[in-house]
């Protein structure tokens, strides 16, 4: 048996006894006693409120408030209301559900810089507990890092569905965040896709809980195109219909041999439950990061230097410079060299 189960079954074990040695106790030290039983079964009982306490747990529908969560978007992240709304909903709708159909998979597009690795990370610190060591069960995938060589293609779709399959049987709230998908090796991906589908069970294994998010910067530049031609027919931002920018996303992608999904199964199953666009950054959203990141080094914020860097970042077209083509990428860099 394992050491969980051995804890478990010693647990139990001293509690029978608990009524064979209550007449020896007096009544405080029986009160002291049934106390302290009580804690240790609590202690051993695997998802118990003091087990989660004191080891990691993976649970996550009663700790993930959709409240703060909104608050953390609207607060840390900058002009992405459409990535915002998409997010919500998904999470909502998953996590709140007893037994979904199918895992949540999204795929997070847009230029570099817009936000969609932050937006992974605040889901991920937003679906568990900060005390619990979310290494266990929030897994990343760097293509750079973990896929370099194309000619290891077999290998590594042969190693991906062993952690995804290994991990998600350990935590069925598993999240997997893949970055860099522009870069994936061609049909890597594809393979897994059995873990995406509406199945009830794999091999006794539940899929349904689990979370996958792709971030691309493919489709950046279709998304960035729709949104300049909004602006220039002097339309709002937030105007940006939906599900046409949705429905050319999935088209571009598909097409694209760079973005990871070229002529991918996912896409052709519509396995991809939700295409979410990053907009591209304008002037003053850039200067909200400078703000931003001067109150996190602990300075006083300076409008002059918020400005400059904000106007030095906003440089696409090359005649209109309404948008910053690296985002909020370097204001780190930029307001460390200003301060």
């Given at each position: 048996?394992?050491?969980?189960t051995?804890?478990?079954?010693?647990a139990?074990?001293?509690?029978?006894?608990?009524p064979t040695?209550?007449?020896?106790?007096?009544p405080?030290?029986?009160s002291?006693?049934m106390g302290?039983a009580?804690?240790?079964?609590?202690?051993?009982?695997?998802?118990?409120?003091?087990n989660?306490?004191v080891?990691e747990?993976?649970?996550?529908?009663?700790t993930?408030?959709?409240?703060v969560?909104k608050?953390?978007?609207k607060?840390?992240?900058?002009?992405?209301?459409?990535?915002?709304?998409?997010?919500?909903?998904?999470?909502?709708a998953n996590?709140y559900?007893?037994q979904?159909?199918?895992?949540l998979?999204?795929?997070f597009?847009?230029?570099?810089?817009?936000g969609k690795?932050f937006?992974?990370?605040i889901?991920a610190e937003?679906l568990?507990?900060?005390?619990?060591?979310r290494?266990?069960?929030?897994?990343?995938?760097s293509?750079?890092?973990?896929f370099?060589h194309a000619?290891h293609?077999?290998?590594?779709?042969?190693q991906l569905?062993?952690?995804i399959?290994g991990?998600?049987?350990a935590?069925p709230?598993?999240?997997?965040?893949?970055?860099?998908?522009d870069?994936?090796?061609?049909?890597?991906i594809?393979s897994?896709?059995?873990f995406?589908?509406y199945?009830?069970?794999?091999?006794?294994?539940?899929?349904?809980k689990a979370?996958?998010l792709?971030l691309?910067n493919?489709g950046?530049?279709?998304?960035?195109?729709?949104?300049?031609?909004?602006?220039?027919?002097q339309?709002?931002?937030?105007?940006?219909?939906l599900?046409e920018?949705?429905?050319?996303?999935s088209e571009?992608?598909f097409?694209?041999?760079?973005s990871?999904?070229f002529?991918?199964?996912?896409?052709?199953?519509?396995?991809i439950?939700?295409f979410?666009?990053f907009l591209?950054?304008?002037y003053?959203h850039?200067r909200?990061?400078?703000?931003?990141?001067?109150?996190?080094?602990g300075?006083?914020?300076?409008?002059?230097?918020?400005?400059?860097?904000?106007l030095?970042m906003?440089?696409?077209?090359?005649?209109?410079?309404?948008?910053?083509?690296k985002?909020c990428?370097?204001?780190?860099?930029r307001v460390?060299?200003?301060?």
């Amino acid at each position: 048996a394992s050491a969980p189960t051995m804890k478990l079954l010693n647990a139990a074990g001293f509690l029978v006894l608990v009524p064979t040695l209550m007449p020896a106790l007096d009544p405080l030290s029986t009160s002291l006693f049934m106390g302290g039983a009580a804690v240790a079964w609590q202690l051993f009982l695997p998802g118990s409120w003091l087990n989660c306490r004191v080891t990691e747990c993976c649970r996550m529908r009663d700790t993930l408030n959709i409240s703060v969560l909104k608050t953390d978007l609207k607060q840390k992240v900058f002009g992405q209301h459409l990535a915002g709304q998409i997010v919500l909903r998904a999470l909502s709708a998953n996590v709140y559900s007893g037994q979904p159909k199918k895992p949540l998979v999204m795929s997070f597009h847009g230029w570099t810089g817009t936000g969609k690795s932050f937006v992974s990370s605040i889901i991920a610190e937003n679906l568990y507990r900060p005390h619990i060591a979310r290494r266990r069960f929030v897994h990343h995938f760097s293509t750079v890092l973990h896929f370099p060589h194309a000619s290891h293609l077999h290998l590594y779709k042969e190693q991906l569905q062993n952690w995804i399959r290994g991990n998600v049987s350990a935590c069925p709230r598993s999240l997997f965040i893949f970055s860099e998908m522009d870069q994936m090796p061609h049909g890597l991906i594809d393979s897994i896709m059995p873990f995406l589908g509406y199945r009830k069970e794999i091999n006794g294994v539940y899929y349904g809980k689990a979370i996958f998010l792709f971030l691309n910067n493919a489709g950046g530049d279709k998304i960035t195109e729709f949104a300049l031609d909004y602006w220039r027919r002097q339309k709002r931002r937030e105007e940006i219909p939906l599900k046409e920018l949705q429905s050319l996303m999935s088209e571009e992608i598909f097409h694209d041999k760079n973005s990871g999904f070229f002529h991918s199964q996912l896409i052709q199953k519509n396995l991809i439950d939700y295409f979410v666009p990053f907009l591209p950054l304008e002037y003053k959203h850039v200067r909200k990061c400078v703000r931003e990141e001067l109150r996190l080094g602990g300075h006083l914020e300076d409008e002059d230097l918020m400005t400059e860097i904000a106007l030095a970042m906003t440089d696409y077209p090359s005649e209109e410079r309404l948008y910053s083509s690296k985002g909020c990428k370097t204001v780190a860099s930029r307001v460390t060299l200003s301060v």
